[in-house]
């Protein structure tokens, strides 16, 4: 009997739990918590962390899990590492669905860096107007440039300016082409980084950026233990043994 644990946070998280819903698959969405109003979904839903992976693995057993699909953000790299660990020690089949990562072309002037502090150091030494397209967590290290102005675009309000001189906007992706070149322009901005989460939700700022010529720092997504990963929506299903999104 199928009851899956779908870590989610992401477009396709919710993707995934609209087609769990609607072939009425036993499963559980669970939230990170880390903003105020996450999306509601068509599944049950938890918030919160597990506590680590003892404590996913006290879940997983005493809700019966089955099957665990890591739907995650790509950088959300602890979560994912405790689940790995959790499901190989519960013997618990996992898959990430994930994206596939963005891919530069040749217009593009991206700057591969592999951390935040590398992205923190590739900036320039002059002032400069720099969009920050990373989320809320990450922000402190930023603190060390502080001749640079900082426009951040955040989903919840923080409690406080998180550096020095910044600009605040709070909105929630996706995001278009034509609104992320209004921005661009608005606020005059000559650099962005970013994380490569891949998607079409965020890739906006990146076209913005080619259209204008305007340099990237393209943060690359952290180290994984091995792990199967799908990036269809059909396989997942497949996986779970619903095999009517094949065809069958």
């Given at each position: ?12 998280a919710s993707l995934l739990a609209r087609r769990l819903a ?170 962005i980084v970013a994380k490569n989460a891949g998607g079409s ?48």
């Amino acid at each position: 009997m199928t009851r899956a644990l779908l870590l989610g946070g992401t477009t396709e998280a919710s993707l995934l739990a609209r087609r769990l819903a609607e072939a009425c698959i036993d499963a559980v969405f669970s939230y990170a918590g880390r903003t105020e109003a996450p999306v509601a979904q068509p599944l049950p839903t938890r918030i919160g962390g597990f506590g680590g992976v003892a404590g996913l693995l006290d879940y997983l057993r005493a809700e019966q899990i089955s099957h665990v699909i890591d739907a995650t953000h790509p950088f959300a790299a602890q979560m994912s590492r405790n689940a790995i660990a959790a499901c190989a020690e519960a013997g618990v089949p996992m898959v990430a669905f994930e994206r596939p990562g963005w891919i530069a072309g040749p217009q593009d002037r991206w700057t591969h860096v592999p951390d935040m502090d590398a992205a923190v150091a590739a900036l320039p030494d002059t002032p400069a107007r720099v969009f920050l397209a990373i989320g809320k967590q990450n922000l402190a290290g930023f603190a060390a440039e502080p001749q640079h102005h900082y426009l951040l675009r955040l989903v919840d309000a923080p409690q406080a300016a998180p550096l020095p001189d910044c600009t605040i906007i709070l909105s929630r992706g996706p995001f278009s082409v034509a609104g992320d070149l209004a921005l661009l322009t608005t606020h005059r901005i000559s650099h962005i980084v970013a994380k490569n989460a891949g998607g079409s939700g965020a890739e906006a700022k990146l076209v913005a950026a080619r259209d204008l010529g305007l340099p990237v720092i393209l943060i690359d997504r952290p180290a994984l233990p091995s792990r199967a990963v799908l990036s269809d929506l059909a396989q997942v299903m497949a996986w779970l043994g619903h095999t009517a999104d094949l065809g069958v």
